[in-house]
């Protein structure tokens, strides 16, 4: 899946034995920071010590992400994993990294909560000459020198394909649509509402009402009832993650409609409680984003730390499916 772990593979090797060089001198200089005062974690001199600051465990792509990174950033494959969980709240996020800066570790990779507000602490990074990886979400900021590469989908194109499909299913049909929200402000929720609202605009599809659900199920649920309530004419739900869209359902049902029929359901992730819904008939398409970014995040903290020139942004390859798509990928799913 990862071209761009194939794209690099030969140079993967060389790159590996310049990172195990440097760290080694790198690491003769801890001690004095006062990093962990030779606590057991001192890390083994060729270990690239990676402190990772993750948004929450608000949804399923959130965890299959989270076991992507974990799986990676192993002993075995030369790391020290130092992971922090943010419960979607930036002042936590940015707490952490400040952390690992003091603990001077060798890179900083985080997936930011929400796009602004970042540019201090990275300074503050640079200032301590500790590499940042973004892995996911992107950071608004004039100054890309505050990071060293952006590994993530490309959002507002999710939100572009979840709309097309809509238009070339449902124009002419006067659709009035609802759109749940992932968190406000942050990269995927600005991008896929973009995305989204491009497609239609020509289109005679409505976009009557949007609020925020959060990434979450529970809150994708309270949404939608609220929507339920306040209008009785509603086509089609695009939900920003399954998670939302799968709460979506349980409000319809309980509603005495029916999800995929008389409300279509459009959501992006494609994580397996999505797809078996999607099978089910009661999602109508999902568009992917690929939570899987720990070997791409691997590689390029490695080259990172050894000193070689990494691409500034990396953009993960994403599918569509429709009920029959899913149907077919759901025995091989890995999230
Ligand atoms: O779509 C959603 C999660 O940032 C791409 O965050 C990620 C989004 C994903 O909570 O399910």
């Given at each position: 899946m990862?071209?761009?772990?194939?794209?690099?593979?030969?140079?993967?090797?060389a790159?590996t034995?310049?990172?195990?060089?440097?760290?080694?001198?790198?690491?003769?200089q801890a001690?004095?920071g006062?990093?962990d005062?030779?606590g057991?974690?001192?890390?083994a001199s060729?270990?690239?010590?990676?402190?990772?600051?993750?948004?929450?465990?608000?949804?399923?792509?959130?965890?299959a992400?989270?076991?992507?990174i974990?799986?990676?950033?192993?002993?075995e494959?030369?790391?020290d994993?130092?992971?922090?969980?943010?419960?979607?709240?930036?002042?936590?996020?940015?707490?952490?990294?400040?952390?690992?800066?003091?603990?001077?570790?060798?890179v900083?990779a985080?997936?930011?909560?929400?796009?602004?507000?970042?540019?201090?602490?990275?300074?503050?990074?640079k200032?301590?000459?500790?590499p940042?990886?973004?892995?996911?979400?992107?950071?608004?900021?004039?100054d890309?020198?505050?990071?060293?590469?952006?590994?993530?989908?490309?959002?507002?194109e999710?939100?572009?394909?979840?709309?097309?499909?809509a238009?070339?299913?449902?124009?002419?049909?006067?659709?009035?649509?609802v759109?749940?929200?992932?968190?406000?402000?942050?990269?995927?929720?600005?991008?896929?509402?973009?995305?989204f609202?491009?497609?239609?605009?020509?289109?005679?599809?409505?976009m009557?009402?949007?609020?925020?659900?959060n990434?979450?199920?529970t809150?994708?649920?309270?949404?939608?009832?609220?929507?339920?309530?306040?209008?009785?004419?509603?086509?089609?739900?695009?939900?920003?993650?399954?998670?939302?869209?799968l709460?979506?359902?349980?409000a319809?049902?309980?509603?005495?409609?029916?999800?995929g029929?008389?409300?279509?359901?459009?959501t992006?992730?494609g994580?397996?409680?999505g797809m078996?819904?999607?099978?089910?008939?009661?999602?109508?398409?999902i568009?992917?984003?690929?939570?899987?970014?720990?070997?791409?995040l691997?590689?390029?903290?490695?080259?990172?730390?050894a000193?070689?020139?990494?691409?500034k942004?990396?953009?993960?390859?994403?599918e569509?499916?429709?009920?029959?798509?899913?149907?077919?990928?759901?025995?091989?799913?890995?999230?």
């Amino acid at each position: 899946m990862s071209t761009n772990f194939r794209r690099a593979g030969a140079a993967l090797f060389a790159a590996t034995l310049t990172a195990a060089t440097l760290v080694a001198c790198s690491s003769e200089q801890a001690p004095q920071g006062g990093g962990d005062g030779g606590g057991e974690s001192a890390a083994a001199s060729d270990t690239i010590v990676l402190g990772f600051s993750q948004v929450g465990a608000e949804s399923g792509w959130r965890a299959a992400n989270t076991k992507s990174i974990q799986d990676t950033l192993t002993t075995e494959n030369g790391f020290d994993l130092k992971f922090s969980d943010a419960q979607q709240k930036q002042e936590n996020q940015i707490q952490a990294i400040r952390s690992y800066i003091q603990q001077q570790v060798d890179v900083i990779a985080f997936s930011p909560v929400v796009e602004t507000g970042w540019d201090a602490v990275l300074e503050e990074a640079k200032a301590a000459e500790i590499p940042v990886i973004l892995t996911d979400r992107a950071v608004d900021s004039e100054d890309d020198t505050l990071y060293e590469s952006f590994i993530g989908s490309d959002f507002v194109e999710e939100g572009k394909r979840a709309g097309d499909w809509a238009v070339e299913q449902y124009d002419g049909e006067g659709y009035k649509a609802v759109e749940l929200q992932g968190t406000t402000g942050a990269a995927p929720m600005i991008d896929r509402q973009q995305g989204f609202a491009d497609a239609i605009a020509g289109s005679d599809i409505e976009m009557i009402d949007s609020q925020t659900g959060n990434f979450t199920r529970t809150e994708g649920k309270q949404v939608m009832e609220g929507f339920l309530q306040k209008y009785d004419d509603i086509d089609l739900v695009f939900a920003h993650n399954d998670d939302m869209g799968l709460g979506a359902i349980e409000a319809i049902e309980a509603a005495g409609k029916v999800p995929g029929k008389d409300i279509k359901i459009i959501t992006v992730d494609g994580v397996k409680d999505g797809m078996q819904a999607l099978a089910d008939g009661k999602i109508n398409y999902i568009v992917e984003c690929n939570p899987l970014l720990g070997p791409d995040l691997a590689e390029i903290a490695k080259k990172v730390v050894a000193g070689e020139e990494v691409e500034k942004r990396i953009v993960t390859q994403d599918e569509a499916f429709d009920q029959e798509a899913a149907k077919a990928a759901l025995p091989d799913r890995q999230y």
